[in-house]
């Protein structure tokens, strides 16, 4: 039941931009396209923004 659970919110509209953001940036970096500073601040703040959302939502559930 956990992991049909899991499942489900990793299929959530928002996490599957953050995957998606992730892996554009990640190619982005590879094939030189942006530097590794670039790609640290969007990274940091498409992570951020996924995992803040994240909190703020199991915060509202338990009250």
Known sequence: M???ERI???????SI???ALT???CYLAI??????AQFLG???VVVGFYFGTQA????????
Do not use: N, P, R
């Open 17 to 19: 931009v953050t995957i």
């Open 23 to 25: 892996g554009v940036f």
């Open 42 to 44: 969007i990274f940091t």
């Open 8 to 14: 489900a919110k990793l299929l959530s509209v928002k």
């Open 56 to 63: 703020t939502k199991e915060t509202k559930e338990k009250i």
């Open 31 to 36: 094939t030189g396209k942006i530097d590794g």
């Open 2 to 4: 956990i992991i049909k």
